[in-house]
């Protein structure tokens, strides 16, 4: 997960790819909440890992649920509380998932016990007062501990649930969130054991499809509501939760959006027939697959299974359309920034319910298109989208996600825009709410020109700081990193244990050992295939013989497509001797990095003792100047700044100043507003 302040994405041009989806965060977290009311133990299979059920998990877990790991990935066992009474009292932190909140608000009004229900600070904006004013009905004391209608909240039934007014249908508004309804519908079964419970919806109800949702998995769970067009609901009398031993999350329907807008947008790569989605198929029981029929109506062409789909771009540019979503809520922010593609004005209608999500989803979104140079009408339950007229007329924009996921996921697609502008996410780790490895996905089944992939080069002799600069610029970033002394050192280590001798005499053969060298870079750890060489490669010895490498012209040859493999979506951060001069002439930002022959000969006395190896300062300086001789007047590529380099001498700068400058330099070349900058 990317954690950085902001992810600059490269304009984009072709997708194709297989890609595995996380669970569905509704799926996830009823499910979770159902298995801890029922008797017995669950195994839940394909369960999302996301922030919105941890939070889940960590309030079970303190009303007293056994919560263990499954035999499988992101597979867990819940041991429900069944006839058992909650731990009690408790604080349960909800972070900011309403699909927590809501329903876990319900179950322990109705459980008995003391709890105290808070989250973050935007949660205790997103109105929970219909519900409460519902379980009020039945006689509930719940208090509001902050803003009227808002949580926090506290539960006190200290001397267990008070007598329930069961014989009236219980009322909820249904046209704020559907989250009130399910909330009653998953709790009322805890208490309709003498007879039938019935729940009244007042108004439209919204986001029907999340409904169906609840009712199937009750069903799942044992219990079998009846309704009568949307309106009014029945629990049978006798409910009883009942776990159903195993059962699977599909894949999330709504983080689907994102990939049938990519195959929609994106030309295939050569090759690839598009973007297939696994984990969902047309079956699915969530709403938020009928953004199918919206994507198709708008040019794409969709296929599908049982448990995948396949998206290709059809017509194009995309139709635009008009559309009422009270069907599909949150998958509809996805066609917001389609529209930016269509040819046409695209409407969206009756989506009155993103005002009170994670943030007023109307003003973020309509906000975030205009930046890109979209003509928008923010309506009170409606937005009116026209692209931008001509390619010249797109903006490079950064985008303020407003700690909503939804936002940093749908406008991630922005970066296929025909004006090929980079595109900035602020705060990308919000995804991590519903899809923590969103980017990383994404990054997989993209392509762009080399020509659109930033690069950062960091030269400099021996003992300039240039990799350490590197490395955490690169962390700073989100962009790959490319210590390309390493290289030469992995390709020494791997001669020598090779049996080869490093001379011109077996330079042909160090070469063609250079070209398939299985080199990663993990953080901080270099990996040669699966071993970890980063102490084996840092030797004294090891820079020399890697000093001696960098010398046969064969071997920096062979080594420099190795290196252009690591140019990649989003960026890449190099360090070298070269980089800006030979391996990447068209980085975007050169730096030269240099500093006194003694003050780094200083620092390499001092790196050395911290590991505990014996070391002279006179014989480093002069081991410095053979250095810095050999590879200044060597024949290939000799060690110079580029002629567009900044050279930036660091000899009296520590570490983190010079990443800052060079940071400073990086964010003076970018397109974008003044945002946010980390």
Not at 45 to 58: E, G, I, N, P, Q
Not at 99 to 112: E, I, Q
Not at 429 to 436: D, L, Q, Y
């Amino acid at each position: 997960m990317y954690a950085t302040a902001f992810l600059d994405l490269p304009a984009l041009t072709t997708a194709g790819g297989t890609v595995q989806l996380p669970g569905s965060k509704s799926i996830s977290n009823r499910v979770l909440l159902l298995a801890a009311l029922s008797e017995g133990t669950t195994t839940i299979d394909d369960l999302l890992d996301s922030d919105d059920t941890r939070v889940m998990l960590a309030a079970l877990r303190d009303i007293g649920c056994a919560v263990e790991p499954g035999a499988q990935p992101h597979s867990v066992r819940i041991t429900g509380l069944g006839t058992h009474a909650p731990r009690s009292p408790a604080r349960l932190f909800l972070g900011n998932a309403g699909t927590a909140m809501r329903p876990l608000t319900a179950a322990l009004a109705l459980l008995g016990g003391e709890f105290e229900l808070f989250g973050v600070a935007r949660m205790h904006e997103r109105p929970i007062g219909d519900l409460v004013d519902a379980l009020r009905q039945l006689g509930c004391r719940i208090d509001y501990l902050g803003n009227e209608g808002y949580p926090p909240l506290r539960i006190a039934h200290a001397q267990g649930v008070p007598a329930l007014a069961l014989q009236a249908p219980i009322r909820v508004r249904g046209d704020v969130s559907s989250q009130f309804l399910t909330a009653l519908l998953m709790a009322l079964p805890l208490v309709a054991t003498q007879q039938d419970v019935h729940i009244e919806v007042q108004g439209e109800l919204i986001s029907k499809p999340y409904i169906a949702i609840t009712l199937q998995l009750l069903a799942r769970f044992g219990i079998e509501v009846a309704h009568e067009n949307w309106q009014r609901f029945t629990i049978p009398a006798g409910s009883r939760y009942r776990s159903p031993g195993s059962i699977h999350v599909e894949a999330d329907a709504s983080s689907a959006s994102y990939f049938i807008a990519l195959g929609a947008i994106a030309a295939s790569a050569e090759g690839q027939n598009g973007i297939k989605i696994m984990g969902l198929g047309l079956d699915s029981i969530q709403g938020d697959i009928r953004f199918v029929e919206a994507a198709r109506a708008m040019g794409a062409q969709v296929t599908g299974g049982p448990n995948w789909l396949q998206v290709q771009r059809g017509r194009w540019p995309l139709q635009a359309l008009e559309l009422d979503c009270n069907h599909i809520p949150d998958a509809a922010m996805t066609l917001a920034v389609m529209a930016l593609y269509a040819e046409g004005t695209t409407t969206l209608r009756n989506i009155a319910s993103w005002r009170v999500k994670e943030t007023d989803r109307l003003a973020a979104m309509a906000t975030e298109l205009r930046k890109l140079g979209a003509q928008v009408e923010e309506g009170a339950d409606f937005l009116r989208i026209t692209a931008p007229a001509r390619a010249a007329d797109w903006r490079a924009a950064s985008i303020h996600t407003y700690d909503d996921h939804r936002v940093a996921m749908c406008f991630a697609l922005a970066a296929f825009n025909p004006a090929r502008l980079p595109v900035r996410i602020e705060d990308p780790k919000c995804v991590a709410k519903t899809f923590p490895d969103y980017f990383e996905t994404l990054f997989s089944v993209v392509q762009t020109a080399p020509q659109h992939i930033p690069v950062i080069c960091i030269d400099g002799p021996t003992a300039s700081g240039k990799g350490t600069v590197a490395a955490r610029l690169a962390q700073r970033l989100g962009y790959h990193f490319l210590d390309s002394g390493a290289m030469y050192r992995i390709t020494a280590l791997a001669a020598l244990r090779s049996g080869l001798a490093i001379d011109a005499a077996h330079e042909a053969q160090i070469a063609a050992l250079a070209q398939s060298l299985p080199v990663r870079f993990e953080g901080e750890r270099i990996l040669l295939g699966d071993e970890d060489v980063s102490s084996a490669i840092r030797t004294e010895e090891a820079g020399m013989n890697a000093s001696r490498v960098s010398a046969l012209p064969a071997v920096r040859q062979a080594l420099v497509a190795l290196q252009h493999g690591f140019r990649r979506v989003p960026g890449l951060v190099a360090d070298g001797r070269d980089m800006g001069t030979v391996i990447f002439p068209d980085a975007r930002l050169k730096v030269f990095l240099t500093a006194s022959v003694a003050e780094r000969a200083e620092r390499r006395h001092k790196q050395l003792i911290s590991k505990g190896f014996n070391a002279n300062m006179q014989d480093l300086r002069a081991d410095l100047e053979a250095r810095d001789a050999r590879d200044s007047t060597r024949s290939v590529a000799p060690l110079q700044p580029a002629q567009d380099a900044l050279v930036l001498d660091n000899s009296h700068l520590t570490i983190e100043q010079t990443v800052e400058q060079v940071w400073v330099w990086w964010q003076e070349r970018q397109p974008f507003a003044l945002g946010a900058q980390g």
